[in-house]
């Protein structure tokens, strides 16, 4: 077991763990994240999350401890929690309780999306002209990966690193930004697209009866395996922080999200 690719969220007793998984635990962002999360999950149980670095050489990080009590998954992290488990049960024979939060498939839209977010935080000193020209590049890189997946979307991923870099190292030259904040804004967009195409490289499958749990208005993609799904009035920054969202996981800790998924498609409850 070790804990190079993982951060301790919250000490809890001798309990088996609850792993969650998503690009970082560290990183601001506008969403809550498993940090809120934990801080309300029943305090006999210690909380690990992925940290960025679990990303950059391998393929799934190796759990923290021997014992799992749950796995957690966030957005693109969902897949990467289905492998997991799946990795889990492998191990112990008996698959872990898995809970996916507004589980997102990977496509190539999905990294220009993202790309299109990165650049929003340096489009004010970049030239309306360069943007324009940029814009063009990217939409023109979408149509030739527009029907790729998985490992084949790395090379989008590169190429969108590279045009990021291109953009924003002036840009925030010219704002007299340290070189070194430069390179980590730049390392951060490039490690959360190679984290993306890692997330399109494995199904969204659960190895075992799982929740899903999603978020006001959001659709979740197909997820294959048996589950159920569970649409909670929040909305989707707020989806970790919610007092349902971590009551849900509480129970399915406590094995009530098992069930079989039926004939006609996974059970849903509506809160």
């Given at each position: 077991m070790s804990t190079r690719a993982w951060r301790l969220l919250r000490a809890g007793d001798d309990a088996p763990a609850v792993l969650c998984v998503d690009y970082s635990q560290t990183q601001a962002r506008a969403e809550a994240t498993f940090h809120d999360l934990a801080t309300a999950l029943p305090a006999r149980y210690p909380v690990w999350g992925t940290d960025e670095g679990a990303w950059r050489d391998e393929d799934l990080p190796a759990?923290?401890?021997?014992e799992i009590a749950g796995i957690l998954g966030f957005c693109a992290g969902a897949s990467l929690a289905c492998a997991l488990a799946d990795r889990v049960a492998r191990r112990t024979g008996t698959p872990p309780p898995l809970v996916l939060f507004d589980p997102w498939a990977v496509t190539a839209a999905a990294l220009l999306h993202e790309f299109g977010r990165a650049v929003e935080g340096v489009a004010a000193g970049v030239a309306p002209e360069r943007l324009?020209?940029?814009?063009?590049?990217?939409?023109?890189?979408?149509?030739?990966?527009?029907?790729?997946?998985?490992?084949?979307?790395?090379?989008?991923?590169?190429a969108l690193a590279d045009h990021y870099a291109a953009l924003a190292r002036p840009a925030c030259a010219a704002q007299r930004v340290p070189e070194r904040i430069i390179d980590q804004l730049c390392a951060r967009t490039r490690g959360f697209l190679d984290y993306l195409v890692r997330s399109a490289s494995v199904p969204l499958r659960c190895p075992a009866p799982?929740?899903?749990v999603t978020a006001a208005g959001f659709e979740p993609p197909p997820v294959s395996g048996p589950h159920r799904v569970l649409h909670l009035d929040v909305d989707h920054p707020g989806l970790l922080a919610a007092p349902e969202a971590t009551a849900a996981v509480a129970?399915?800790?406590?094995?009530?999200?098992?069930?079989?998924?039926?004939?006609?498609?996974?059970?849903?409850?509506?809160?």
């Open positions: 759990e923290p401890v021997a324009d020209a940029a814009k063009a590049e990217v939409r023109e890189l979408l149509s030739d990966y527009a029907d790729r997946s998985g490992p084949r979307l790395a090379p989008l991923a590169d799982a929740l899903v129970r399915a800790l406590d094995g009530d999200a098992e069930v079989r998924q039926p004939r006609s498609g996974p059970s849903e409850v509506r809160w």
